[in-house]
């Protein structure tokens, strides 16, 4: 089993920054991706940033520019920089990995952290 625990979320004003973290603990052979999403309460769980193990990043076009994804992938662990925070960053942030682990492949999510922005 895997387990996902997030950190670094709380209160910030807007233009404020945060780093979120994610660790990953278990029985993983390799990372294959590493993301952050978040969801608003009546809202559908959106993709933020997205990196992969050959190194290619994605983000979601509110928060080019601003917010950047890094992954350590020895240390299993998965970092959110978010810069120019704006009230509508406002969402559990979610981290979820893509694994291997003999020979199958599997995804985990952690249980989530607030970032609140306030105005």
């Known amino acids: 089993q895997v387990t996902l625990v997030e950190s670094g979320g709380g209160l910030v004003q807007a233009g404020g920054s945060l780093r979120l973290a994610c660790a990953a603990s278990g029985s993983i052979d390799s990372i294959h991706v590493m993301a952050w999403y978040r969801q608003i309460p009546g809202k559908q769980r959106e993709l933020v940033a997205q990196t992969t193990s050959s190194g290619r990043a994605n983000y979601a076009d509110s928060v080019k520019g601003r917010f950047t994804i890094s992954g350590d992938y020895a240390k299993k662990m998965v970092y959110l920089q978010m810069n120019s925070l704006k009230p509508d960053d406002t969402a559990v942030y979610y981290c979820?990995?893509?694994?291997?682990?003999?020979?199958?492949?599997?995804?985990?999510w952690g249980q989530g952290t607030q970032v609140t922005v306030s105005s």
């Open positions: 979820r990995l893509e694994i291997s682990r003999l020979g199958y492949r599997y995804q985990y």
